[in-house]
């Protein structure tokens, strides 16, 4: 591959993936100590070309010389097949600490794929081993990789890229670029191109290539977030796993899911206090709803997303009373029912009389609790006429585990939990899908009072709401900048990526970035904030280069 232009430069940076094979040879050469570079054409069955070149530019940067020039031949001098290239000799000077990139080729136009190095790989042996990549700016061409003889492939080898039709190529990523930032620069360069070649559905095309990456479902929806390109993927539909929020620690925290704004503050309303039991049971306050003349109370438990054990006020969903004192207890174990740690469910109480509590959801760790209803009605989230009296845990946070957290047919956000099995973009997305009709006709509100209505009660960002609507596939009235949600390409008081503080991204804005970086200016306190522009908490080369790629048109 020729050299590209500086700027196509800039825009493959971001290319690079996490793991693929790694290449091997068992021959172990001595690294010499001196300004050259040797590359052994005999591993490429280019034992018949009379001429080696060597094309070296700095990464992101220029190359020193043109394209297959004079002062790019290698030498060979004692014609065994391995060429030599004398940097000294060809006034090339590398910088310690930059990155470098180098192809080689013959004067038959054969040539190698690109191989990273910098001053610490001087006087190694690059070969190849017959690994051929995809052409990642064409598919319907191949390049043959090369390897150091002495390096780690994933520290110094062929550089990682996602090619034009969503593959994934290479061993080493350029500096400590995120996989989730290379995911996003394919979907702002190559998504097109890739659903016209690659023969996939939108899908499965992210779905492969998030997996190649080793992304999760919040990973993807994230950079569908940042960027707002439109696809159509739903996470619902992925195999992606979810995020490992099992894995997090504070120095790496919790991917931010499905474009919500943290709202981690819990919540325990008003109800009255009851210890926990032993068992595995589950009671129930019937005075507290006020059912204290009833004889009969059933106990309705299924698994979330699935099915309810018994049918609806069955005999083996009758509680029992056994005080008199008006607090209900269901046996679990003596309705052989089974329930599996970590899995949801819901439980709905309910009388003889045919009055019921709303949704409640639970887990293993809540049994013993007692459930109790206060003053809270909620609006019918399926029939807006009708209310439904509202039951609390004793002792959860009812954020946790509470009132199932559902969207209503006007438009209204009702409950405290949301399903662990789902998340507030995909609540919106249901309610675009199967509600927004009858809320357009009987809510009163206009498209944007709805979503906007329905994305504060959620704590969506816009770009949330711009993900639920493409997700969805249904037209809505609804205008990004009219909208009064949380832009999020905005933190606080700065705008992202203002590394100058001027209100506006710019030119300057990457430069000041630039010569941070080489120790010719200073960032502190706001200034340094705003220039992570790719927020993933380090002021690197990414953030102008992702700056660059706004002020071009391609972010």
């Known amino acids: 591959m020729k050299k590209l232009t500086a700027l196509v430069l800039a825009l493959i940076l971001a290319f690079g993936t996490l793991t693929v094979a790694t290449a091997t040879e068992t021959t172990d050469v001595q690294t010499e100590v001196s300004n050259v570079l040797h590359f052994d054409a005999n591993t490429t069955g280019w034992n018949n070309f009379k001429k080696v070149f060597c094309h070296i530019w700095e990464y992101e940067g220029d190359s020193f010389y043109a394209w297959q020039a004079k002062a790019e031949a290698c030498t060979d001098s004692d014609g065994d097949g391995v060429?030599?290239?004398?940097?000294?000799?060809?006034?090339?000077?590398?910088?310690?600490?930059?990155?470098?990139?180098?192809?080689?080729?013959?004067?038959?136009?054969?040539?190698?794929?690109?191989?990273?190095?910098?001053t610490t790989v001087l006087g190694d042996t690059a070969y190849c081993d017959g690994t051929m990549y995809e052409n990642p700016e064409d598919s319907s061409k191949t390049a043959q990789a090369a390897f150091w003889r002495n390096q780690d492939p994933k520290e110094f080898g062929p550089e990682m890229c996602i090619t034009s039709i969503g593959n994934v190529v290479g061993t080493c990523k350029p500096y400590d670029i995120s996989a989730q930032f290379m995911f996003k620069v394919f979907?702002?360069?190559?998504?097109?191109?890739?659903?016209?070649?690659?023969?996939?559905?939108?899908?499965?095309?992210?779905?492969?290539?998030?997996?190649?990456?080793?992304?999760?479902?919040?990973?993807?929806?994230?950079?569908?977030?940042?960027?707002?390109?439109?696809?159509?993927?739903?996470?619902?539909?992925?195999?992606?796993?979810?995020?490992?929020?099992?894995?997090?620690?504070?120095?790496?925290?919790?991917?931010?899911?499905?474009?919500?704004?943290?709202?981690?503050?819990?919540?325990?309303?008003?109800?009255?206090?009851?210890?926990?039991?032993?068992?595995?049971?589950?009671?129930?306050?019937?005075?507290?709803?006020?059912?204290?003349?009833f004889k009969k109370v059933y106990c309705h438990i299924w698994e979330y997303g699935g099915d309810s054990f018994y049918a609806w006020q069955s005999k083996a969903e009758q509680c029992k009373d056994a005080d008199g004192d008006?607090?209900?207890?269901?046996?679990?174990?003596?309705?052989?029912?089974?329930?599996?740690?970590?899995?949801?469910?819901?439980?709905?109480?309910?009388?003889?009389?045919?009055?019921?509590?709303?949704?409640?959801?639970?887990?293993?760790?809540?049994?013993?609790?007692?459930?109790?209803?206060?003053?809270?009605?909620?609006?019918?989230?399926?029939?807006?006429?009708?209310?439904?009296?509202?039951?609390?845990?004793?002792?959860?946070?009812?954020?946790?585990?509470?009132?199932?957290?559902?969207?209503?047919?006007?438009?209204?956000?009702?409950?405290?939990?949301?399903?662990?099995?789902?998340?507030?973009?995909?609540?919106?997305?249901?309610?675009?899908?199967?509600?927004?009709?009858?809320?357009?006709?009987y809510s009163g509100k206009s498209d944007q009072e709805l979503v906007d209505g329905i994305g504060k009660e959620l704590n969506l960002t816009k770009q949330g709401v711009v993900v639920a609507i493409r997700s969805a596939e249904v037209y809505v009235d609804w205008d990004f900048y009219k909208s009064p949600l949380v832009d999020k390409n905005y933190i606080s008081d700065y705008l992202i990526g203002d590394a100058d503080g001027d209100g506006e991204l710019s030119v300057l804005d990457a430069s000041l970035i630039q010569m941070y970086l080489v120790g010719k200016k200073d960032l502190i306190g706001i200034a340094l904030k705003a220039a992570d522009a790719d927020l993933d908490g380090e002021v690197s080369v990414m953030d102008a280069s992702l700056i660059q790629m706004i002020l071009v048109g391609k972010k």
């Open 83 to 118: 060429w030599t290239y004398d940097l000294d000799s060809k006034n090339v000077s590398l910088y310690d600490g930059a990155l470098y990139v180098v192809i080689f080729s013959n004067e038959n136009g054969m040539q190698t794929y690109n191989l990273l190095f910098d």
């Open 187 to 293: 979907l702002i360069n190559k998504l097109e191109n890739a659903r016209i070649y690659s023969g996939k559905e939108d899908q499965q095309l992210l779905d492969d290539l998030g997996s190649a990456l080793g992304l999760n479902k919040a990973d993807v929806l994230e950079a569908i977030c940042n960027t707002s390109v439109a696809v159509e993927w739903i996470t619902r539909n992925s195999y992606l796993p979810e995020a490992p929020l099992e894995e997090a620690t504070p120095d790496q925290p919790i991917p931010p899911e499905d474009c919500v704004i943290p709202d981690d503050e819990p919540y325990y309303p008003d109800v009255p206090s009851y210890p926990m039991t032993e068992g595995n049971v589950l009671h129930f306050d019937a005075n507290s709803a006020g059912w204290n003349n």
């Open 326 to 441: 008006g607090i209900w207890t269901y046996d679990l174990d003596s309705k052989k029912i089974s329930l599996e740690d970590g899995t949801l469910y819901g439980v709905i109480f309910s009388n003889e009389n045919g009055m019921q509590t709303y949704n409640l959801l639970f887990d293993m760790t809540v049994l013993g609790d007692t459930a109790c209803c206060n003053d809270t009605y909620y609006e019918s989230p399926e029939d807006s006429s009708k209310k439904v009296h509202i039951a609390f845990w004793s002792n959860q946070n009812a954020k946790k585990f509470g009132p199932e957290k559902q969207v209503t047919s006007l438009g209204n956000v009702v409950g405290t939990c949301i399903p662990r099995t789902t998340t507030e973009v995909e609540m919106l997305v249901g309610f675009l899908e199967y509600k927004l009709v009858n809320a357009q006709i």
